[in-house]
């Protein structure tokens, strides 16, 4: 299985921040990286497949970027409603495989 | 407007075997290239792909609880059933049902979750 490597577990950040979540996949996977989002309580949202494209509807200031092993998920101007865990994904091979997680708090 | 909607036991004893159905609106699963299957995540902790199945009736298993999991689907009542024998504590946890189909870019098919159901708490307690 390819092992996805989330950091940091968990930032602090204020509301109007920019913050970034790296992913480290264990071997080359391209481009082939989802982000979602999870409130607690709820189910994750997707946010970017393919490493950088927007999901429909969700906010420019959610970015993806990253090729290869390495992948980041970038947010701009922190809004209160952003405060949640993400995760990353691959898609690359069976089984799919989540990171560990990242919890945005304030 | 894709919905999906877990349902089964909330608790199930110790080397009982667990069933999950998940009854889903707004697509069909004999559109090319649609997926439905389930991931959870036990309580604090990552999430974990399970099972999936294809309109193509592709079915595809975690290697490491492939001996426990049965998936199937049910167009006609547009529902896809998980099952999990021996279930253990260790596998308390939320069960996502989740839809899956191609993106493409730059001529490549990617295939994100991109529709959740709310998730279902299953806790394994004798």
């Known amino acids: 299985d390819i092992q996805m490597t989330q950091s940091p577990s968990s930032l602090s950040a204020s509301v109007g921040d920019t913050v970034t979540i790296t992913c480290r996949a264990s071997?080359?996977?391209?481009?082939?990286v989802n982000w979602y989002q999870q409130k607690p309580g709820k189910a994750p949202k997707l946010l970017i497949y393919?490493?950088?494209i927007l999901q429909s509807g969700v906010s420019s200031r959610f970015s993806g970027s990253g090729s290869g092993t390495d992948f980041t998920l970038t947010i701009s101007s922190l809004l209160a409603e952003d405060f949640a865990t993400y995760h990353c994904q691959q898609c690359y091979s069976t089984p799919p495989t989540f990171g560990g997680g990242t919890k945005v708090e304030i | 407007q894709i919905t999906l909607k877990e349902s089964g036991p909330t608790v199930v004893k110790p080397t009982q075997t667990l069933t999950l159905t998940c009854t889903f609106s707004?697509?069909?699963?004999?559109?090319?290239?649609?997926?439905v299957g389930w991931i959870r995540q036990p309580p604090g902790k990552a999430l974990e792909w399970l099972a999936f199945i294809y309109w193509d009736d592709d079915e595809r298993y975690s290697p490491s609880l492939k001996s426990r999991l049965t998936i199937t689907k049910d167009t006609s009542k547009d529902q896809v059933v998980l099952t999990m024998t021996n279930m253990d504590p260790v596998d308390t946890a939320t069960y996502f049902c989740v839809h899956s189909r191609p993106y493409h870019s730059d001529g490549n098919g990617y295939y994100p979750f991109d529709y959740w159901g709310q998730g279902t708490l299953v806790t394994v307690s004798s």
């Open positions: 707004g697509f069909s699963l004999i559109s090319s290239g649609v997926g």
């Open positions: 393919a490493a950088t």
């Open positions: 071997q080359s996977i391209s481009m082939y």
